[in-house]
């Protein structure tokens, strides 16, 4: 089974939008999962689930380093690790790309909220310099992924053309 960890250590840049994003996806291509909310905060739409036959764990994690989260980036087969793009959010990510260096699998970045404004665009500017080559996904800020989640669907159900689905 592939598990797939949703992490960083800042609180609201977008982990448990991500993972119910993923579990929606997996759900419309009808591939068998397990959801895993450790955040506990109550900010994802699914709940702490597991199936018989799962082939994909998506797991959310809370927005603070926790103990454990090591030993959940160690078994991990990917971490996807969202960010604002405000400059407040370049010490934690920093901090992340340090710790996220020393595991041995992909690692995606989300670069929520992206903009036409200077502060994104400085923002981006920034992680390139500092991230390199990592691969990077740009989500751009939209109305429409607060509107899904407000009726309890994915953003590409809730608005299939947007730029944010």
């Not at 450790?38 to 709940?47: A, E, F, R, S, T």
């Not at 030993?71 to 901090?95: E, G, S």
């Not at 500092?130 to 509107?147: F, V």
Request: proline share 5%.
């Amino acid at each position: 089974m592939k598990s797939i960890l949703v992490a960083n250590q800042k609180g609201g840049t977008g982990k448990s939008t991500i993972a119910d994003n993923l579990a929606w996806s997996l759900e419309r291509t009808g591939i068998p999962y397990n959801f895993y909310d450790l955040d506990n905060q109550g900010g994802v739409i699914h709940q702490t689930k597991e199936v018989d036959g799962a082939t994909v764990s998506v797991i959310d994690t809370p927005g603070a380093l926790q103990s454990d989260m090591r030993r959940w980036m160690d078994a991990a087969d990917c971490i996807v690790i969202p960010t604002r793009m405000t400059m407040m959010d370049m010490k934690p990510l920093q901090r992340m790309m340090e710790i996220v260096s020393k595991v041995d699998c992909p690692v995606v970045y989300v670069l929520n909220g992206a903009n036409r404004y200077r502060a994104a665009a400085g923002f981006e500017e920034w992680f390139r310099e500092a991230a390199g080559a990592a691969t990077a996904l740009k989500l751009p800020q939209s109305e429409a992924i607060a509107q899904a989640a407000a009726y309890g669907v994915s953003v590409v159900e809730y608005a299939p053309r947007s730029p944010a689905a």
